[in-house]
């Protein structure tokens, strides 16, 4: 048997070693638990606790001191090619667009937003590097066990910084962000692309980080094109929608529709017009009529079929259709943001290489500075693509040696190869649970006056019905408050119950809660009045027909033709020529007619006292 015994020689120290190793190990997403189990597995010493605190510390230091020139280089990068372009204002300060978003460091599927950590980070459109990363941490572990002990900590370097909801924390960073701008940068970041999940935009507008420069932000395409495929997604489960409108709903038909919207800002951002943003608008609302095969009113540029699908000519006067029409409005109300066609990409890879450092977001790194740290290493790895070989030269004041060298240079060719291949990703259509500080339902300013207009526009336009599309949807409301189509059709006009509060308003009185409580007006029918009249208003119809010795029929929703945002729901009609309206009050069932005139709770009746009669 031939017994072979290498020797290796190694010229740094065993603390260089150690750090090294430990390096190593947080650029994989690991902790001192996982570096114990691979030394195991070697039949080498671990790390000691002490020690391995020791080295992290001397990591962490060295990747946020690292992280801040990275972020200032890459803003120098920046502010140059803005000047190049004379994008300055009058005091010298650049313009540039920045793209920016946040993340978390556990995940909260949708649901369950209450991670200890967060971060956000800025970066710039040019070059897609990172201008501005922070964390938020709203835990310390030292002052948690003092706290839990009552006792006073001891002395610590504490990384808590934050003491509000998880949600808020994206918020805080990038108003912190914007406000260090000219500071750290001498940058103004005039626009700024990102997701609408979040209410950053409207902190900003409210912090007024420049004084002279109001930001404008551009919404992402690829977020406003997933919430409406995740809305037309849920109409097809909605269960108070027609069975077999719904089965026409289909993906193919979802798909068909976002192409159409895809292709219409392609073609109006690489053909500029003075009313590009208009005609954008107007084809994005041609886009549900698109998908089910009416082609009358289509773009030529984008679809030349001329055809009109009879298997859904039926479908465009249906309640699903006017839904669908609904949420295709609410896209071209991003008319604006779409015809700029961008996206915030950039900054959710540099997400992705944050859930690498992390592990995959699987690890509480979020105790004391590890996570704060993490995020600096995974700004200098997304900066440099590099982050060994910088902080070689930061800590070591040396050249990596060439194995590392090598190993850098084959991930780099491998990244840049990807990067020529185009893969198709399959993503799940799921819904989202809305938040006051992260969804849909976060606090935003009010849009433009040409937007709105456009948007009113199109509002009113909807509402526009042909004789037959108002006698179908008449008939079919008959049921009322028991239709689901007659409350959602009701929610979109003035009807009797709210015309007098609306007409009355004073114009200084805001109408913000005014048109939510008719859009988003909660069910009442428990209450006990309400439910009085539900009850007793079929036993009121028959003694008035019996009364009159007249046919009371019953009615559904009547739209007026020439002002088609008027409606109106009487409870019956008389020979079409008579309205019925029944009153059922509760408090004179209870305590009699007289005595409830008498109290003053009848305001259909008074009582003269001169002349002693009501």
Not at 273 to 287: A, P, R, T, Y
Request: proline share 2%.
């Amino acid at each position: 048997m031939l017994a072979v015994q290498n020797t290796v020689y190694y010229k740094n120290t065993p603390e260089d070693l150690n750090t090294k190793l430990i390096e190593g190990t947080m650029t994989a997403g690991c902790g001192n638990a996982q570096l114990e189990r691979i030394t195991a597995s070697l039949d080498l010493p671990s790390i000691s606790e002490h020690t391995y605190s020791a080295c992290q510390n001397k990591i962490c230091q060295a990747w946020e001191t690292t992280a801040w020139d990275e972020m200032k280089t890459a803003g120098e990068r920046e502010r140059e090619a803005a000047i190049n372009e004379g994008k300055v204002t009058k005091d010298g300060i650049a313009l540039i667009d920045v793209i920016a978003d946040g993340c978390w460091s556990k995940r909260s599927y949708k649901s369950n937003y209450a991670a200890l950590s967060g971060a956000a980070a800025i970066v710039g459109r040019r070059f897609g590097q990172i201008l501005f990363m922070s964390v938020k941490n709203k835990y310390c572990c030292i002052c948690a066990r003092s706290e839990k002990r009552n006792t006073t900590p001891r002395a610590h370097q504490c990384f808590k910084n934050y003491s509000g909801t998880s949600t808020a924390m994206e918020s805080a960073i990038l108003v912190e962000g914007f406000k260090q701008s000219v500071e750290m940068h001498n940058l103004i970041y005039a626009r700024f692309i990102a997701d609408g999940d979040s209410s950053t935009y409207a902190k900003i507008l409210e912090s007024r980080p420049y004084p002279d420069v109001t930001v404008e932000k551009i919404n992402c395409r690829n977020h406003i094109l997933r919430n409406f495929c995740n809305k037309l997604q849920q109409i097809k489960t909605d269960t108070k929608f027609n069975l077999n409108d719904r089965k026409k709903v289909t993906t193919a038909k979802i798909l068909t529709a976002r192409k159409y919207i895809t292709d219409s800002i392609t073609y109006h951002n690489k053909n500029r017009e003075l009313d590009g943003i208009k005609s954008l608008h107007v084809d994005i609302n041609q886009s549900m009529n698109h998908a089910f095969g009416k082609h009358g009113e289509c773009n030529k540029n984008i679809c030349s079929r001329e055809n009109v699908s009879q298997e859904c000519a039926d479908f465009f006067n249906s309640y699903i259709f006017n839904k669908l029409r609904f949420i295709t409005t609410n896209v071209s109300s991003h008319a604006r943001s779409l015809i700029e066609n961008v996206d915030s990409n950039v900054v959710e890879r540099f997400n992705g290489v944050i859930a690498k450092f992390v592990g995959g977001k699987r690890i509480n790194y979020s105790l004391k500075r590890s996570y704060q740290a993490r995020c600096a290493g995974a700004v200098i790895s997304f900066n440099t693509g590099k982050i060994h070989s910088a902080i070689s030269k930061n800590i070591y004041k040396a050249s990596p040696s060439r194995r590392l060298k090598t190993y850098e240079e084959k991930v780099d060719q491998r990244r840049r190869y990807h990067r020529t291949i185009k893969r198709r990703k399959n993503r799940a259509l799921l819904p989202k649970k809305l938040d006051f500080n992260y969804g849909e339902n976060v606090e935003a300013p009010d849009m433009d006056a040409e937007t709105y207009q456009n948007c009113k526009t199109t509002f009113l336009k909807n509402l526009e019905k042909c004789d037959a599309e108002r006698n179908e949807i008449q008939s079919r409301t008959i049921l009322q408050s028991e239709s689901g189509e007659w409350m959602e059709l009701r929610r979109n006009l003035l009807t009797a119950s709210n015309f007098g509060k609306i007409v009355k308003r004073k114009r200084t009185n805001s109408c913000a809660n005014t048109v939510k409580n008719m859009l988003y007006k909660p069910d009442i029918g428990h209450v006990a009045s309400i439910n009085h009249g539900r009850t007793h208003e079929k036993v009121a119809l028959e003694q008035l027909s019996k009364l009159l010795k007249v046919t009371i029929d019953p009615c559904g929703l009547y739209i007026d033709k020439t002002h088609p945002f008027l409606g109106a729901t009487p409870d019956g009609i008389i020979e079409n020529n008579t309205l019925v309206e029944i009153k059922c009050p509760v408090i004179p069932f209870k305590i009699g007619i007289e005595a409830a005139i008498s109290q003053g709770k009848m305001h259909l009746w008074r009582i003269n006292k001169k002349q002693g009669i009501s």
